[in-house]
C-alpha cells in the first residue's frame, strides 16, 4: 500500500507559479499511475491530471491545459505538478492519488485508490 505526501501549495499571487510536489513510499512507484486533482470550498473534488506509470500518457482537464503540467520522476518515487499562470479560481487543496498502473490513467477519482492528505493552494486576484 503506498504512501502519499504533497507539498509545495502556498499563496501566491494570481499569475504566479508553483510547484507541487508528491512523495510516493511504501509501494513500487513505477507501477502507479499518479493523479492530480483538486478541492475548493463548497465545490466537488475534481480532476485535474494524471500522468501513466511510464509517463508516456497525460492527461488534463480543459480548465489547466496549457498552464499546467503533470510529471514524475520515478528514481526519486515523486510526483510533480507546474502549475503556472495561475489564477484566484485554481485555489483549493490540492492532493495526489494513485492507482494500479497497468490500468492506465483515468480521470475519476473513484478509480483511485491511495490518496495524500493535501496541500492548500492559494491564489490571491
Known amino acids: 500500500q503506498v504512501q502519499l505526501v504533497e507539498s509545495g501549495g502556498g499563496l501566491v499571487q494570481a499569475g504566479g507559479s508553483l510547484r507541487l510536489s508528491c512523495a510516493a513510499s511504501?509501494?513500487?512507484?513505477?507501477?502507479?499511475?499518479m493523479g492530480w486533482f483538486r478541492q475548493a470550498p463548497g465545490k466537488e473534488r475534481e480532476f485535474v491530471a494524471a500522468?501513466?506509470?511510464?509517463?508516456?500518457?497525460?492527461d488534463y482537464a480543459d480548465s489547466v491545459k496549457g498552464r499546467f503540467t503533470i510529471s514524475r520522476d520515478n528514481a526519486k518515487n515523486t510526483v510533480y505538478l507546474q502549475l503556472n499562470s495561475l489564477k484566484p479560481e485554481d485555489t483549493a487543496v490540492y492532493y495526489c492519488?494513485?492507482?494500479?498502473?497497468?490500468?492506465?490513467?483515468?480521470?475519476?477519482?473513484?478509480?483511485?485508490?491511495?490518496w495524500g492528505q493535501g496541500t492548500q493552494v492559494t491564489v490571491s486576484a
Open positions: 492519488a494513485a492507482r494500479d498502473g497497468r490500468l492506465g490513467v483515468s480521470t475519476s477519482g473513484s478509480s483511485y485508490g491511495n
Open positions: 511504501g509501494g513500487t512507484f513505477s507501477t502507479y499511475a
Open positions: 500522468i501513466s506509470r511510464s509517463a508516456f500518457r497525460t
